[in-house]
C-alpha cells in the first residue's frame, strides 16, 4: 500500500460544482501539504498544514479550502470549480525539520468542463 | 528566499554519467539543497539532499560547491528509466519543508 493515498485518482466534474480531493498518510508525518501542476509546469504550492488544525496559505490558496481532520488526513476542497483549476494535484508529506524529504502522492487528474 | 536556475532540458547517453547542474546563488548558511524528480506525471520523487558537505546514495551523487552557490546532481550510469523532470529545490527558510517547484531540467536518456 503507497504510504500516501489521494482519491479520487481521476475527476471530471461540472462547473460551479463543490468537490473534495482527500489525501491519507501511513508516515506518521505531521505536515502535509496539497499541490497543483499545470501542464509544462512546476509544481505549486495551495496549502499547506504542520499539524491537526494548523491550515497555512501557498502561493494560489484562492478559490481553494482545506481541512485537516485528523493527523493523517488532509482535504482539498474547490468550493465552487472553475474550468482553469482544470490540473494535476498533488499532496505530500513531510515530518518535522529542515533535513527531511517530503513524500508524495500519485496525483488526482481533475478536468473541470 | 533561495531561488533556483536550472536549464530546461538535456540529454544523455544510456550508460553515461547525467550531470545535472543548479545554480542557487541567494543561498543562506543553513538552507539545504533538495533534489526530487517527476518521471511523466507521477508524484515526485526524493533523490537526495545536501547542506555544505557532497552525499551520495543509491540513486545519485551530489556535488556541493565551497560557496554553497551551485550545486550538480550526478546521475552515475544513467539508463532509459532515468528519464523525467529533475527539480533543484531550496527550501524557503522558517516554513518547515515547504518545497517550491521551478520548472527543472527534463532529462532524456537517449539509447
Known amino acids: 500500500d503507497a504510504d500516501v493515498t489521494q482519491t479520487p485518482r481521476n475527476r471530471i466534474t461540472k462547473t460551479g460544482k463543490r468537490i473534495m480531493l482527500e489525501c491519507s498518510q501511513t508516515?506518521?508525518?505531521?505536515?502535509m501539504y496539497w499541490y497543483r501542476q499545470d501542464p509544462g509546469l512546476g509544481l505549486r504550492l495551495i496549502y499547506y498544514s504542520f499539524d491537526v488544525k494548523d491550515i497555512n496559505k501557498g502561493e494560489i490558496s484562492d478559490g481553494y479550502s482545506v481541512s485537516r481532520q485528523a493527523q493523517a488526513k488532509f482535504s482539498l476542497s474547490l468550493e465552487s470549480a472553475i474550468p482553469n483549476q482544470t490540473a494535476l494535484y498533488f499532496c505530500?508529506?513531510?515530518?518535522?525539520?529542515?533535513?527531511?524529504?517530503?513524500?508524495f502522492g500519485q496525483g488526482t487528474r481533475l478536468t473541470v468542463v | 528566499d533561495a531561488k533556483t536556475t536550472q536549464p530546461p532540458s538535456m540529454d544523455c547517453a544510456e550508460g553515461r554519467a547525467a550531470n545535472l547542474p543548479c545554480n542557487h546563488s541567494?543561498?543562506?548558511?543553513?538552507?539545504?539543497v533538495y533534489w526530487y524528480r517527476q518521471i511523466h506525471s507521477q508524484g515526485p520523487q526524493y533523490i537526495i539532499h545536501g547542506l555544505k558537505n557532497n552525499e551520495t546514495n543509491e540513486m545519485a551523487s551530489l556535488i556541493i560547491t565551497e560557496d554553497r552557490k551551485s550545486s550538480t546532481l550526478i546521475l552515475p550510469h544513467a539508463t532509459l528509466r532515468d528519464t523525467a523532470v529533475y527539480y533543484c529545490?531550496?527550501?524557503?527558510?522558517?516554513?518547515?519543508?515547504?518545497?517550491?517547484f521551478g520548472t527543472g531540467t527534463s532529462l532524456t536518456v537517449i539509447p
Open positions: 541567494t543561498i543562506s548558511g543553513n538552507e539545504y
Open positions: 529545490i531550496v527550501p524557503r527558510p522558517n516554513t518547515g519543508n515547504q518545497f517550491y
Open positions: 508516515k506518521g508525518h505531521d505536515r
Open positions: 505530500a508529506t513531510s515530518d518535522r525539520g529542515r533535513d527531511t524529504e517530503a513524500f
